[in-house]
Structure formats: structure tokens, C-alpha cells
């Protein structure tokens, strides 16, 4: 996790040309970062393992493993850092392939100082910002047999196929770029690139340029032309992640974009076509967004072409023992535990627990359980422990004659609208209360009522 101010974020430089090793390195000295310098992909693998480190600038052409394969293993490793490659001038074709391969950006030789500097500072920011590890599609695509994942497997595999604007809806870690993933690998374009952008990651002038690239000398910074992320997918996928997230005046142009497949490059004249797959997400409710105007109805109709929910992981906790199972066996295979095992009754109190991270919170959880646990075989007194060690009070599954019980439904039913009330009003309880249609004191009561004062 990244806990540096940006200006004190250490870059790893991973070159075998120790002339430009030097350069780079004084270069990010001087502006405040705190660099280090490798020679070789294989040198940079033990340093990260040795050092906090909060950015990667490699070049991509190195004896032995080149920056690509370092690419490659990081990806696995450390899916969160960011890595940007130093490419030659007029390879484009590459900068494509380390996109795909999760390149944070990249640089065109010969580039300049601010030009460093700029795509330095928007990735370490969007690191920062984006805390969370892409994630890849897992190994057995879309896990859960929950009528709801049922449907969304269907939805995915009927609109692959197709131009259609897909957009993905849920709460954070419900598993909306796992599906992202899951359309472009099902569809035609599997083979070219899947582009993804986090609009929430970035302030608006950068998402601008990294949207729709720039020409030479477009601003201060801009040394070289460079194609943005829409270039870069075409004849692939790009995935709007955050949609929700981008301010009013970038929604026009990103209409126009979506509408013609058209753009240009900052600073530039000629018109661009591309052929590109739109796949978006975001957790936000857009159409109050729309009500209050923050959000333009014009996009929003042409971007809801398909849309496909994600309910949260409470709702389907008929999944859990499957998504528990599979993280066990992914984690015990890259954490040297590859017999690891949750049984049952483990399984039925994870069941019974709330996951307001969804997804995302299960598989951090189960992937604690197998680390920390002593014994392959992860048992109920696993379960509790970190539960404990967390702070959370863990539910207790529930036998059947409680699960049909009408006021024990209720009660459940009362107390997560008290909790998503409390999370949605960020515990301002006048706000709370608004929201759930009560008084301030019928509030309090309910919140005493279920130990939530
Ligand atoms: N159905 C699923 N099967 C297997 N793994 C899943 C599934 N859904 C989610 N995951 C895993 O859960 C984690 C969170 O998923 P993902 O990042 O797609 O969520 P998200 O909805 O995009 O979250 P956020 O809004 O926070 O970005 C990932 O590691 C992903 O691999
Ligand atoms: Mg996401």
C-alpha cells in the first residue's frame, strides 16, 4: 500500500545502460523523489523484495530478462506497483503489448525532463489513488453458481460478441473488472489489447491527455507526440473504469467519442478513427447523479446499452463457499501452501459475515487465513481469530428454523439498512435518519437496539 507523499515516492530505475541510470536518477533526485538504480529486470526483482519501493521506471530492452518479462512477473508479485517502460522511439507496437500486459505508461525515447516528471507524478498519483491490485480473470473465469452470477455469466456471453456498450454496476470488490476482463476475453477481440483507464484516478487535464494523447508540444511536458489509451485499444477493448467519476466537461467529450469513435489528440488536427469496444463500470448511483446534474443524461443513455449488476456478495452468500474455496487453492499455491483447505463449518461462518468489501474483503480475508494459519486445514477457530484480530464481531451462521424466522428476518433486514445507512450518510446520524425515513430518536433506538451506538 502506498503511504508516501508523492514527492518522497521511491522509484526502483531498472536500466542496463548505467550512463542513463546516472541521468535518470539525478534527474529524479532533484525533483524530490527518492530514486534507486538497478542495472539489470533480474537486479530489480531482489530489490523490491529488499526495499519499499512506489514506482518502477524500466527499460524494455535489457541482456537477460527484458522489461517486459519483468512485467510479466510483477504483474504476479506485486500486481499494485506501477511500472512504467522506457521504449525507442517509433515502437508503438510494444508500448501496445506492455499496456496489455499492465504497464502503468510508458516513455518514448528520446523524451525529456518534464516529460519524466509529468508521467512520473500522474502515476504515482493514480497509484495512490487506486490503491486496489488489478485484478486478472481468475483461471476458472467468473466464480459462483448464485442465480445472479448465473445471469451475468449469460449477459457476458450473449453481448461478447457484439459493439455494445456494456456497462458494469456494483458496490467496490463485487467483481466489476473480473467482468470487464471476462467480456473482452470472450469476445472477438480477445487478441487485440484490453485498454483500461481509472477515471477516478486522475485530475481532468490528465485524463484528457491520457485519454486522447497529445501532439508535440500540445503543453509543457509533451516533448514527444504520444497516442493516448483510446489509440492504444483499438481494434481492442477499453474499459472506463469509474465512469461515474469524471467531471462534466470530459462526459461531452467522451460522449462525442462514444458516439463517433472519433478523436483528436491534444493539440492536434487530424481527426483519428478508431475501432474500439467501449466497457464501462462504476459503483455510483448515476441516475441521481443525473437528477442532481452531475451526471449527463445524453451519455448515460448511450453507455446503459447493456448494463449488468453486480449485487453484493450479502446477497449471493450462496457463492461464498466457492469463491472461498478457489481463493484458498490460488493463495495456497503462491504462498508455498498449496494444500490448504477451509472446511465446512469455516465455510458456513464465512457465509454468515456481511463483506460490505465484498469480493475484494473475502479473498484479502482468506488469503490472511492462509498465510497466518500453522495448519493447512482451516478450521471455525481460523475463522474467529481473524475476525477478532480485525475488530469485526462475527455473525453466527444461521441454522434454518432462524432463517425462517419472520422477526429474525426482519431484525436482519432492520439492522443492514441501519448499517448502510450509517456507511452512505458517513455516520452523520441527522443524515441517517433522513435517509431510512425516521426520526432522529427512532434512529437512536434502532441503533441501540442492535449494539450500533
Ligand atoms: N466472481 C468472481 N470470481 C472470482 N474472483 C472474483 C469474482 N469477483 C471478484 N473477484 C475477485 O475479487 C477482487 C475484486 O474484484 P474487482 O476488482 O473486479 O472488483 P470491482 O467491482 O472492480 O471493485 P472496485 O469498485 O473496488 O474497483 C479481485 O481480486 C477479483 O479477482
Ligand atoms: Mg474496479
Known amino acids: 500500500m502506498h503511504t508516501t507523499r508523492t514527492n518522497a515516492a521511491r522509484i526502483l530505475i531498472v536500466d542496463d545502460d548505467p550512463a542513463l541510470g546516472i541521468v535518470l536518477e539525478a534527474l529524479l533526485r532533484q525533483a524530490g523523489y527518492l530514486p534507486r538504480v538497478v542495472q539489470s529486470a533480474e537486479a530489480a526483482q531482489a530489490a523490491i523484495e529488499q526495499h519499499a519501493v512506489d514506482a518502477i521506471l524500466s527499460d524494455v530492452k535489457m ?3 527484458d522489461g517486459l518479462d519483468l512485467l510479466t512477473v510483477l504483474g504476479e508479485r ?8 522506457i521504449t525507442a522511439h517509433g515502437t508503438v507496437p510494444l508500448a501496445v503489448e506492455a499496456m496489455k500486459r499492465g504497464a502503468a505508461d510508458f516513455l518514448l525515447k528520446p523524451f525529456d ?3 519524466i516528471l509529468f508521467v512520473m507524478r500522474k502515476v504515482l498519483a493514480a497509484g495512490e489513488r487506486a490503491a486496489s491490485a488489478a485484478p486478472r480473470l481468475p483461471p476458472g473465469g467468473l466464480v459462483g453458481e448464485s442465480s445472479a452470477m448465473k445471469e451475468v455469466r449469460a449477459l457476458v456471453e450473449r453481448c461478447a460478441r457484439g459493439q455494445a456498450t456494456i456497462m458494469i454496476r456494483g458496490e467496490s470488490g463485487t467483481g466489476k473488472e473480473v467482468v470487464a476482463r471476462a467480456v473482452h476475453e470472450a469476445s472477438p477481440r480477445r487478441d487485440g489489447p484490453l485498454v483500461k483507464i481509472h477515471c477516478a484516478a486522475l485530475p481532468e487535464t490528465l485524463l484528457e491527455s491520457e485519454l486522447f494523447g497529445y501532439e508535440r508540444g500540445a503543453f509543457t511536458g509533451a516533448a514527444t507526440t504520444k497516442p493516448g489509451r483510446v489509440e492504444l485499444a483499438d481494434g481492442g477493448t477499453l474499459f472506463l473504469d469509474e465512469i461515474g467519476d469524471i467531471p462534466l466537461p470530459m462526459q461531452v467529450k467522451l460522449l462525442r467519442l462514444i458516439q463517433e469513435k472519433e478523436l483528436e489528440r491534444l493539440g492536434g488536427r487530424q481527426t483519428l478513427r478508431v475501432d474500439v469496444r467501449f466497457v464501462v463500470a462504476t459503483h455510483r448511483p ?3 447523479m443525473m437528477a442532481r446534474g452531475e451526471f449527463r443524461e445524453d451519455l448515460f443513455y448511450r453507455i446503459n446499452v447493456v448494463p449488468i449488476w453486480l ?3 450479502r446477497e449471493r452468500s450462496g457463492d461464498v463457499a466457492l469463491l472461498a474455496q478457489r481463493f484458498c487453492a490460488t493463495h495456497g499455491l503462491r504462498n508455498g ?3 490448504a483447505a477451509v472446511d465446512d463449518d469455516a465455510i458456513a461462518l464465512l457465509a454468515a459475515q456481511p463483506w460490505p468489501g465484498n469480493v475484494r474483503q473475502l479473498e484479502n480475508f482468506v488469503e490472511r487465513l492462509v498465510v497466518l494459519s500453522d495448519d493447512p486445514h482451516i478450521g471455525v477457530a481460523d475463522v474467529e481469530k481473524e475476525l477478532a484480530r480485525q475488530g469485526v464481531p462475527a455473525a453466527r451462521p444461521a441454522q434454518s428454523s432462524e432463517r425462517l424466522n419472520l422477526d429474525e428476518r426482519r431484525r436482519q433486514t432492520e439492522l443492514s439498512a441501519l448499517q448502510d445507512a450509517l ?3 458517513r455516520n452523520n446520524r441527522t443524515v441517517a435518519a433522513r435517509l431510512l425515513g425516521v426520526s432522529r430518536r427512532t434512529l437512536y433506538t434502532k441503533l441501540e437496539e442492535h449494539g450500533l451506538l
Open 78 to 85: 506485486r500486481p499494485d506497483l506501477p511500472v512504467v517502460l
Open 423 to 425: 456507511k452512505e450518510s
Open 311 to 313: 449485487p453484493p456478495l
Open 286 to 288: 448515476l441516475e441521481q
Open 337 to 339: 501452501r498449496p494444500d
Open 63 to 65: 541482456p537477460g530478462m
Open 113 to 115: 525532463r518534464d516529460e
